[in-house]
């Protein structure tokens, strides 16, 4: 069976390490970028099964990041996991304006993380 390939995008290098160590401990492909251009650019490339998104991205935040591949027949079907330390309320209905698939925020358990990846990728 193929394994699902799981995109983080995320500027937090140690963050993006534990991440990546988790999923792949469960059974997952996993591929980073550091910054929302880099992002776009994976997405495009790799097309994965699932995206993790931090909101505070440079070159491009992950509400434009988001957006533009939720708009693009392409890729809207891509659920995509919103990973924030913004717990504002607003910024919680912005990622459901994008088309955001989910919404969490730091610091987070990963039991409920992998629980939901794995909800979403069987939806």
């Known amino acids: ?47 994965p099964d699932l995206i993790i998104l931090d909101l505070m991205l440079p070159k491009m935040d992950g509400y434009k990041l988001c957006s533009l591949l939720k708009r693009d027949k392409k890729y809207a079907k891509i659920p995509i996991i919103i990973f924030t330390a913004r717990a504002q309320e607003s910024d919680k209905q912005m990622s459901e304006e994008v088309g955001a698939d989910l919404y969490i925020t730091k610091p987070f358990q990963h039991e409920i993380v992998l629980a939901k990846i794995k909800e979403l990728l069987t939806e």
């Open 1 to 47: 069976m193929n394994k699902k390939k799981i995109l983080v995008v995320e500027d937090d290098p140690e963050l993006v390490k534990a991440v990546k160590i988790r999923l792949e401990q469960s059974d997952y492909d996993v591929i980073t970028a550091y910054d929302g251009m880099a992002g776009l650019d994976e997405a495009r490339r790799e097309n």
